[in-house]
């Protein structure tokens, strides 16, 4: 969450602004003839935009190769406007929405094996396992309204058929926009059909129909015009999102279409291809090819007789219609506040009522200045997270559960933008509240990864700060293990305030987490659940009796990881014998420096653990092998600019396989820090070193090989550093593959 304050009046909104407790944290699944891919549901659960697609443009509309190299531009241009794509198509006896690239090869290439389907052949379909399907506009806007997707983007929509008022050959795409709330882009009607009389339909049937451009003329596929106008004009994306926007939140069940006229690049060759359509259907009606034959055979047969020419207007026409539909998915995120914009349509479309709605007309109501940003309002996990360890998808009660335990903060940002001066008048500065603390931004970094299930246990104060906290993280956690205290003196919700200068950089911090001294084990919810984790990750913000009851309750059936957090804190688990139990931990050098003062630790001397050349970290590296590594079997030191040094027992059951490699029980080895992009705008460093940790364990809990643990937690923490939120949003679960992660260059030196 980002929340920019300027508050009037605020008191009356803090008491009507969030929703009960009890509602926080009920999670939502997709139907179950949906296996949504991924990165759609990761997207969907975040808020950031996606875009869907159909698939008998694939199947129905191009030859192969030309169906498969059109299919990935699509999905490449609307990825280059950071949107995500969604290509919809029946397999496997389920939905496929978002396919990946061997499903769109599959597609592409067995085009013949899959049937055209409408919303009347999926019952069809689906019952058979065997069978294949192609999704049209009409099963593809059921399709989005299922998985909560708002917009899909296509070349052309059925309609009404020329002489369709004697034959009642109208397209099913006209009624299934009459009653699904999904908006689609696209370059008008099929050119084949009787535009006049669809848009009459469209009209009867309550459908919106909007040119967007620069006058209102209805484009005619091939030509920019029909010779009709569209009941409306928009002007822009913008301008075409705030009416999607306005539609959704009425609750309206029926959808928009925009038409997008033919780019001035394909327009000539478009008219020319326009003129050799009405002897085409003449061909076709003698022929008697009829239905949903009729569309596939004239796009054949324009492509013989223009000879592949329209192919090539065919493709300028989706892949334009693909940006300007991308534009709105990303405008439409902005009004909503991305990334978190959240359609709340989830569970076979039934309408959430948004959350920021309520914040908006509270404080209009109340004359307070509130915008809210990075807020995913879809509670609920998606029910089929790919689990990379063996390639399948699983249930999400099948994949690995992890707890967080310790600090839920709401971070005060002050970023600010000219040179600090003190004593005289007040620092220009933008201030933005945002989430944070040390196990909180693990969580939900490992969630926004992907695989694995995240529990957050921790406390949170009864109000406003606490309330809001609870909604914003519910989309990525598990919160039945949050405690909620009661008012009190330091029982409010923990903050941290931090400024940092105009290059990103930490001035001044000061932290309020008194509430943390609550949390013993008597109150934590940790033992209320039966299913045991396999990692727990602890920060140092709880207190010392609670961090030992963890380590001494679950320390023989999962790995656990403590994140020392600060050099205030560092040294908790270390004053009783509890620390010998751990399997990670992941301090800087100044917390190093506390840990190894603990009186266990008394014959290293502090002054030797420096971090400026190869011979200060060799002596550190051999100072932790002396101290830690005999009991934990993995010490993590992060050291800024140089990169992190690991300390580790090679051969230790708790690690994963792919560790084993190298020589000797004992292994230290220095990864350096890999360069930073030239276009990099560091906007704060605050985030860092807690993404780095939830990417280290993302290639922990995977079993990559080490150097790939590492790289994905050098990746995940430079993401952080471009942005103001602790846990960038912008999480693109596929680059943190193994395989992907290798052409990250990352030196190492044995030390």
Excluded at 290 to 295: E, Q
Excluded at 612 to 617: A, G, P, R
Excluded at 651 to 664: A, D, I, K, Y
């Amino acid at each position: 969450m980002i929340a920019f304050l300027k508050f009037r009046s605020p008191k009356p909104l803090f008491q009507k602004l969030v929703k009960p407790l009890k509602n926080i944290g009920r999670n939502r699944k997709f139907h179950s003839s949906l296996n949504v891919s991924p990165l759609v549901a990761k997207a969907l659960a975040n808020g950031d935009p996606v875009v869907a697609l159909e698939s008998t443009i694939i199947t129905h509309g191009l030859p192969y190769p030309s169906n498969l190299k059109v299919a990935q531009t699509v999905e490449n241009i609307i990825r280059s406007a950071g949107v995500v794509p969604a290509t919809i198509a029946l397999l496997d006896g389920k939905i496929q929405v978002g396919l990946d690239e061997n499903q769109l090869a599959f597609v592409a290439k067995n085009k013949s094996r899959f049937i055209k389907a409408s919303r009347r052949d999926f019952s069809y379909i689906l019952a058979n396992e065997n069978l294949l399907g192609s999704t049209t506009v009409s099963a593809s806007v059921v399709s989005a309204k299922l998985s909560g997707i708002p917009i899909l983007v296509t070349g052309g929509v059925g309609g009404v058929h020329r002489y369709g008022h004697v034959s009642l050959d109208v397209s099913a795409d006209l009624t299934e926009l009459a009653r699904s709330n999904v908006a689609v882009v696209s370059a008008g009607v099929k050119s084949i059909l009787d535009v006049g009389r669809t848009l009459e339909v469209l009209e009867t049937y309550g459908v919106a129909v909007y040119s967007l451009g620069e006058t209102d003329d209805f484009p005619n596929f091939y030509t920019k015009s029909s010779g009709l106008k569209a009941p409306y004009r928009v002007e822009n994306a913008k301008h075409a999102a705030r009416i999607i926007l306005a539609n959704q939140e009425l609750g309206i069940h029926s959808g928009l279409l925009f038409a997008v006229p033919i780019p001035d690049s394909a327009s000539k060759l478009g008219e020319t291809i326009d003129c050799q359509i009405g002897k085409v259907l003449e061909e076709a009606e003698s022929a008697g090819v009829t239905g949903k034959a009729v569309t596939p055979y004239v796009l054949s047969r324009l492509n013989e007789v223009t000879d592949g020419k329209s192919v090539e207007v065919n493709t300028a026409l989706i892949e334009n219609n693909a940006k300007v539909g991308s534009q709105i998915a990303v405008e439409l995120a902005n009004l909503r506040g991305s990334p978190g914009m959240g359609f709340g349509k989830l569970n076979g479309g039934h309408h959430r009522f948004n959350y920021n709605n309520n914040i908006d007309r509270e404080c209009k109501e109340y004359n307070c200045d509130f915008v809210i940003n990075n807020i995913s309002r879809v509670s609920g996990i998606n029910e089929s997270e790919r689990n990379y360890n063996n390639g399948k998808f699983a249930s999400v009660d099948e994949l690995p559960l992890v707890w967080a335990l310790g600090g839920m903060v709401t971070d005060i940002n002050i970023r600010l933008q000219t040179d600090m001066v003190s004593g005289g008048p007040a620092n220009p500065a933008s201030i933005a509240l945002t989430n944070g603390g040390v196990a909180r931004n693990i969580g939900e970094a490992l969630s926004r990864l992907g695989g694995f299930r995240v529990a957050l246990h921790a406390g949170v104060g009864d109000d406003a700060l606490g309330r809001v906290a609870m909604e914003t993280n519910q989309a990525f956690m598990d919160l039945a293990g949050v405690v909620v205290a009661p008012p009190g003196d330091n029982n409010g919700t923990a903050t941290y305030s931090i400024v940092l200068d105009r290059h990103g950089d930490i001035v001044v911090a000061a932290l309020d987490t008194g509430i943390n001294n609550l949390l013993t084990p008597s109150v934590m919810r940790y033992n209320s659940n039966n299913e045991t984790p396999k990692l727990i990750v602890a920060d140092s913000n709880l207190p010392i009796e609670t961090i030992d009851d963890v380590i001494i309750s679950y320390s023989e059936l999962s790995d656990i990881l403590f994140e020392p957090t600060d050099v205030l804190n560092a040294h908790k688990p270390f004053q009783t014998e509890c620390w010998k139990r751990l399997t990670y931990i992941t301090p800087n050098v100044e917390e190093l420096k506390v840990i190894l003062s603990q009186s266990q630790f008394d014959s290293v001397d502090q002054k030797n653990i420096q971090a400026s050349n190869i011979v200060d970290l060799k002596a550190m590296a051999r100072l932790i092998e002396r101290s830690l590594l005999e009991h934990i079997p993995c010490v993590v030191v992060t050291l800024g600019e140089l990169g992190v040094l690991v300390c580790r027992r090679r051969l230790h059951s708790n690690l994963p396989p792919l560790w084993t490699e190298g020589v000797g029980d004992v292994e230290s080895l220095l990864f350096a820090a890999p360069p930073l992009a030239a276009d990099l705008r560091i906007v704060s460093v605050s985030g860092a070193g807690d993404c780095f940790t939830a990417g280290f364990l993302h290639g922990v809990l995977h079993q990559f090989p080490l150097v790939d643990s590492v790289r994905s937690g050098f990746r995940m923490a430079q993401l952080s550093l471009a942005t103001l939120t602790a846990v960038p949003s912008n999480v693109d679960i596929h680059l943190f593959l193994s395989e992907k992660l290798k052409s990250m260059d990352v030196p190492i030196t044995h030390l």
